[in-house]
C-alpha cells in the first residue's frame, strides 16, 4: 500500500523504519497526549501490529516520508478502533515535532481521508483525541471533521470524537477532493 501527496509518500511500515519512528514516539512533547512516550520494545510493537494490520486488513498506519529526501517524518493511516465501545474506522497521525506547523499532518490526513472512501465501504471515517490535544483537533477539522461525540475515559480524561461522512466527503470532492 502506498499513497502519494504533492509533497509526501506513506507507505508501509518496515522494520528498518524503527529509528526514525523510536525518534518520534519516545519523545514526551510529541507523546504529552498518551500515557506516556514508548520505549524501544513499544516501538517495534507498533511496526509489528502494523505490518500485521496490512496482511488482515489491507490498511493501516503508513510511515509518512517527505518526497524530495525520503525522510521519515511520522506516521498516518486508517484502522479500526474502539471508541466509546464501537469499532469504528479512525484517521490517525502523528508527525515529528521538528516538522510540526507545515501542514504535514493535513495533507497526510487528507490523502488518508481520500483512500479510505475510495477503496473501503465506510459511511464515514473519524478521529479521535484527548479533549485538550487542540493541534489533533484542528487537524481533524481542517480535512473536514465536525465533531461527532465525546465521552469519559481511563486514559484520557475526557476524549473527543470528530467525524466526516461520506456524503460530506462527496460534496467536497464535487469542488476539489485534495483540498477542504
Request: aromatic content about 16%; overall charge negative; proline content about 3%.
Amino acid at each position: 500500500m502506498k499513497i502519494e501527496t504533492p509533497r509526501l509518500i506513506l507507505r508501509e511500515m518496515c522494520d528498518d523504519d524503527f529509528e526514525k519512528l523510536y525518534e518520534i514516539f519516545s519523545d514526551a512533547e510529541t507523546m504529552k497526549y498518551y500515557p506516556h512516550p514508548f520505549d524501544e520494545a513499544k516501538v517495534r510493537q507498533w511496526i509489528e501490529w502494523n505490518q500485521q494490520y496490512y496482511e488482515s486488513y489491507n490498511m493501516g498506519l503508513l510511515v509518512v516520508t517527505l518526497k524530495e529526501s525520503s525522510e521519515v517524518i511520522g506516521d498516518c493511516g486508517v484502522t479500526m478502533q474502539n471508541i466509546n465501545g464501537h469499532s469504528l474506522p479512525e484517521i490517525g497521525y502523528h508527525i515529528n515535532k521538528n516538522f510540526w506547523y507545515r501542514g504535514y499532518a493535513k495533507e497526510a490526513a487528507i490523502a488518508c481521508r481520500n483512500w479510505a472512501f475510495e477503496n473501503k465501504n465506510f459511511d464515514f471515517v473519524c478521529s479521535y483525541m484527548k479533549y485538550s490535544n487542540v493541534a489533533s483537533i484542528a487537524t481533524a477539522k481542517s480535512i473536514g471533521m465536525t465533531f461527532y461525540q465525546q465521552y469519559p475515559d481511563e486514559k484520557n480524561g475526557i476524549t473527543v470524537v470528530y467525524s466526516i461522512t461520506r456524503e460530506r466527503w462527496n460534496q467536497i470532492c464535487k469542488s476539489k477532493c485534495s483540498e477542504v
